[in-house]
Each structure stands twice: as structure tokens, then as C-alpha cells.
């Protein structure tokens, strides 16, 4: 009897284990019924109505590992392949991987583990409100009466927001830990669609209101996590280029370059200081900045530290968003009706007919946010004379390789060539198309590695006169080539996902040198040069190896674009 007993103890105490899974612990087994229902909605399982609430749950725990542990299993194969790439994961023989491999490659690499992703969701408010704007927590405070002291602050607008989440959802008899449409009520249709391009999510079709929020919640933390790495990836190459410049620069400014950064940069300077007290000053300022441990954050560089690293990146992309915001702008005003039309093209946006260069400039800013994807015959535009020849050889239709093979063919003439091409072959469909778009996937990478940098003068010209960019007298050819690659980064980019178009923008500076020298410490570029000339052989020498840094810096960044 003692034995049986011993035995049923045993028995008792497995079972008990058993049932201490972490399911038996799992956020939404705390869930209302109305959550789990929320949930299974936004995630398109079906469920029965009505639905008791052991049915509702049991349907939630067969799908959450599929939907939040390891989303990536219902990625295809090209998506789980720019996935790796982003990690820097060799993928030359990922067209002959089966996506069990490639799955279980990127399952090494995502971004949290299984009981990170778990707990998430435990504490859903210290997440979901980090990948909004400044003016939509500033919206979302306003709207309930949380006072937030001015000036307003990104970070101290989250804190508030957080600490009041709970609170502002009870008051309303909403349920908080997998928040229903109440979240989201100070947002616009526009905002919804807006944080979905932003972050690369493709909008519902047909869409509407209920839609446009199920989609933004679902894909919330997934944004979240991307900010976070996109952030960690910003702060070690800025702090990386930061840091290797300055010291050198600082040795060489003069008295009144020294002042004037410290007056842009809100440094006080004591009266009477002098010259080495002066470098002392700004040196203790960078020293601020870049902070003296790892947790610092080099976003301080761009005017953008905050107290937490969240928030430094929130903060730093807006920062880099209105900057990028305004030299898009910029940069439209000066491009051609034909360039406009094709940024337009490039996205999938119709062009009313008869539009006017005005008209097409708005709809330009109107989706700036929006990146080009996919394959369209924009893929072409930065393409090298070689990758268009060899392009059209392999897969170009008749008429494109009759002009392939002309002596003395033009780089535009085989662009046209390959546009066409490829235009014909997208609207055929079947075997043709699917031939170009395999050739696509393998040949666009290194048709970009170097782009524009073998690119003749002439056709860097032609290049910039299709944006009607006015080349100026005596440019050399590496200016034309930045000037060329800092239009291409707004026709690709737009100002979409704003990380990457710095990153652009500081690859394609590092190549300038100096003109990066000009954009991050606000001098001139050309009196930064003739004072670094001036300190004599041992600053030119430091010049040297920032230029050689600068460039490995852009390199890096570039393999990432």
C-alpha cells in the first residue's frame, strides 16, 4: 500500500510538473474572451461563434508559435534570404537551399529567443507605444488629460503614456493586454497607412478602418524589434565615424570655427577662453556625447540622446526623418516631370492624366515615406553599361539584343533596352517573366555593389539630366558621382524606413570625406580642409587615416543598403 501510494505521489508530482509548462503560464490564458477573439482575428484564424472560452484559448495556444515565437515560418523563400543577408549571413547557395534550411537558419539568428518573445507579451505597454511619433504620443496624451510638462520630451511623452496605459483603458471598460481599436482612436487612416509603409508592411486590400488597426497591432512587436536592431546598427556606425573624425578636426579649427560649433551646439563659452581652452571644451562636449560606456548612445551626434535606448532611437529617427525629410524635398524641386513620373511609377502610384510638374511634386511628398519594392524597370536605373549588356544578352527579348550587339551602343540605349524588355516579359507572365525575375534576385546585388563608380563622365551627365539636376562647371568626377548617388537615394528610398537613408547618406559621404565632415559638425567643408592643410604634415596624415576609416565605415554601410 505504501508502495501504490509512493507511486500515485509520484505520479501526482509529474503531472504537476507537467502542467507548469509555460502554456499553463502563458500571457493569454489571463486573456478576456473578447481578446482571444481580437487575437484570432487579426491573425485570420477562424474560430466558431459562439465559442466557449477553453475553445477560444486552445485555438490561440495551436497558433502562437507560429504567429509570435517564429513568424518567420510562413516567410517565402526571397524573404527569409533578405533576412539573413540584413544579418550579414553568407547566402551565395541560398537558390538552391530548401526553406526548411533557410527557416532554420534564420531560427539562429531572429531577433529574441522563445521566452523573450513569450514574456513580451506579459507587459504589452512597455512595447507597443515605441514605434509611434512624437505627435501621435503627444495626440495620445492630449486626448485623455495626462499632463506631460513642457518642453515635451519624447521620452518623458512614453513614460507618461505608459504609466497612465492601464488606467486610460479600465476608465474606458476596454481590456489592456492585447488592446482592442481604443489605442489607436487619436490615429488617422493616413497614420495607419503611413506606420505601415514606414515599417515595409503592405495595407489590407480592400481596406478599411478596423483592417488598417488589426494589421499595425499584429505587426507591432515584429516593428519594435526591427527599430531596436536598426537602432543598435545607427549608434555603432555613427559613434564609429564620430569618434575616428574629431580629434583630428579639432586640433586643426581655428578660434572661430571652435565658437561656432559651440554656439550651434548650445556650448557655453566663458569669456576670455582661450584657444586650448576652447579645444578642451569641445572635446569634453564629444566626450558627452559619445558617453564614456557602451550603454551611451552616438545618437547624441544628431541632436538625439534621450534616457533610454528605445527612446534614443525613436527620437534619433525623428531627428533623421525631418532631416531626410527636408533634403527630399529638396532634392524634387529640382527634378524633371519625366524623373517624377517615374519615382511615382517606381511605387505603384497612378498619374492622373495631364498632371502638372506642381501636382506631380505633391504626390512625390505624399508618398515620400514609401520605398520602391520588388522588381520594376526602375530596377535598371543605376545599373552599370556592363550589367545592362550582360542583362539584355541573357534575357533581353529580340529587339534588345539587336541593340546589345550594335557597335557603339549607349548606356541609355541599353537601359531603354532593358526597360522594354522587361516590360513585355511582365506582361506576358509564366516562364519568361519568371526567367527575368530569377535573373533579377541573383544579378541586382552586385549590379549595385559599386554603383555608379565605374561609371563614365558622360553617362553620369546623361544620368543627372534625367532628373533635370543642372551639373556644375568643373565638377570633377567624384563629385558628379555623389551628386548622382544622392539623387539615386531619394528616387530608391524616398524618405522610407529613415536608418536606412542615412545610412545611404553617410555611405555616400564617407566617399566625399569632407562634405561629411560638413553635414555632422555644421562647418565648412572647404575652410575644415585648408585648416587641416595648414596644421601641417602631421594633421594631413590624421586626415588620411579618417578618410581611410570613413571608407571602410561607407563600405560597411553600403553592403547593408
Not at 437 to 447: M, N, R, V
Not at 532 to 543: I, L, S, T, W
Request: charge should be neutral; glycine fraction near 6%; charged fraction near 25%.
Amino acid at each position: 500500500m505504501r508502495i501504490a501510494k509512493t507511486f500515485l505521489s509520484l505520479a501526482l508530482v509529474a503531472d504537476a510538473v507537467y502542467g507548469s509548462s509555460w502554456f499553463s503560464n502563458a500571457a493569454y490564458n489571463k486573456w478576456h474572451e473578447t481578446e482571444l477573439e481580437r487575437w484570432l482575428s487579426d491573425h485570420d484564424v477562424p474560430y466558431p461563434t459562439p465559442a466557449d472560452r477553453k475553445e477560444l484559448e486552445k485555438l490561440v495556444q495551436s497558433n502562437w508559435d507560429d504567429q509570435v515565437v517564429a513568424p518567420y515560418k510562413e516567410w517565402d523563400a526571397a524573404k527569409l534570404t533578405d533576412y539573413l543577408k540584413q544579418k550579414g549571413i553568407e547566402t551565395k547557395d541560398s537558390a538552391g537551399a530548401t526553406k526548411d534550411s533557410l527557416i532554420d537558419q534564420v531560427k539562429g539568428v531572429w531577433y529574441e529567443s522563445e521566452d523573450k518573445a513569450h514574456n513580451s507579451w506579459l507587459n504589452v505597454k512597455d512595447w507597443i507605444l515605441d514605434s509611434w511619433t512624437d505627435s501621435q504620443l503627444k495626440a495620445f496624451c492630449d486626448r485623455h488629460g495626462i499632463p506631460v510638462p513642457q518642453p515635451r520630451k519624447r521620452d518623458t511623452l512614453l513614460e507618461k503614456a505608459r504609466s497612465s496605459y492601464e488606467t486610460i483603458a479600465q476608465k474606458a471598460g476596454e481590456t489592456a493586454a492585447y488592446p482592442g481599436n481604443w489605442l489607436y482612436e487619436t490615429w488617422s487612416e493616413s497614420d495607419l497607412k503611413e506606420w505601415l509603409d514606414t515599417h515595409g508592411i503592405p495595407a489590407p486590400q480592400p481596406t478599411t478602418r478596423d483592417k488598417l488597426i488589426a494589421t499595425v497591432r499584429r505587426n507591432s512587436r515584429l516593428a519594435y524589434l526591427r527599430m531596436k536592431e536598426q537602432q543598435a546598427s545607427a549608434t555603432s556606425s555613427a559613434q564609429a565615424a564620430y569618434a575616428t573624425l574629431t580629434d583630428k578636426l579639432i586640433d586643426a579649427w581655428s578660434e572661430s570655427q571652435l565658437k561656432d560649433f559651440c554656439d550651434k551646439n548650445g556650448i557655453p563659452v566663458p569669456q576670455g577662453t582661450k584657444l586650448n581652452q576652447l579645444r578642451a571644451l569641445v572635446r569634453k562636449h564629444r566626450a558627452d556625447l559619445l558617453g564614456d560606456t557602451l550603454s551611451a548612445s552616438a545618437s547624441s551626434a544628431f541632436g538625439a540622446a534621450t534616457s533610454n535606448i528605445g527612446s534614443n532611437y525613436a527620437k534619433a529617427t525623428d531627428a533623421a526623418s525631418q532631416a531626410a525629410a527636408d533634403a527630399f524635398d529638396k532634392a524634387i524641386n529640382t527634378w524633371s516631370e519625366t524623373r517624377l513620373k517615374a519615382y511615382l511609377d517606381a511605387r505603384g502610384v497612378p498619374v492622373p492624366q495631364a498632371s502638372k510638374i506642381d501636382e506631380l511634386r505633391a504626390l512625390a511628398r505624399k508618398h515620400a515615406h514609401k520605398a520602391a519594392s520588388g522588381y520594376t524597370a526602375w530596377t535598371f536605373d543605376d545599373w552599370t553599361y556592363d550589367n545592362l549588356k550582360d542583362y539584355i544578352l541573357a534575357h533581353g527579348d529580340a529587339a534588345g539584343k539587336k541593340v546589345a550587339n550594335q557597335a557603339g551602343v549607349t548606356r541609355d540605349q541599353l537601359l531603354a533596352a532593358a526597360q522594354s524588355g522587361y516590360a513585355s516579359a511582365s506582361a506576358a507572365g509564366g516562364d519568361s517573366y519568371a526567367s527575368v525575375t530569377s535573373y533579377l534576385a541573383k544579378a541586382t546585388d552586385s549590379a549595385k555593389a559599386q554603383t555608379f563608380d565605374t561609371w563614365s563622365e558622360s553617362d553620369l551627365k546623361a544620368y543627372l539630366d534625367s532628373y533635370g539636376v543642372p551639373v556644375p562647371q568643373g565638377s570633377t568626377l567624384n563629385e558628379l558621382r555623389a551628386l548622382a548617388r544622392r539623387q539615386w537615394t531619394y528616387f530608391k528610398y524616398g524618405t522610407s524606413t529613415p536608418t536606412e537613408t542615412v545610412f545611404a547618406k553617410i555611405g555616400e559621404s564617407a566617399k566625399a570625406g569632407w562634405d561629411w565632415i560638413k553635414g555632422q559638425l555644421h562647418i565648412g567643408a572647404d575652410a575644415a580642409q585648408k585648416q587641416a592643410m595648414k596644421a601641417g604634415d602631421k594633421v594631413k596624415e590624421g586626415a588620411d587615416s579618417y578618410q581611410k576609416g570613413a571608407e571602410k565605415v561607407g563600405d560597411k554601410i553600403k553592403e547593408e543598403l
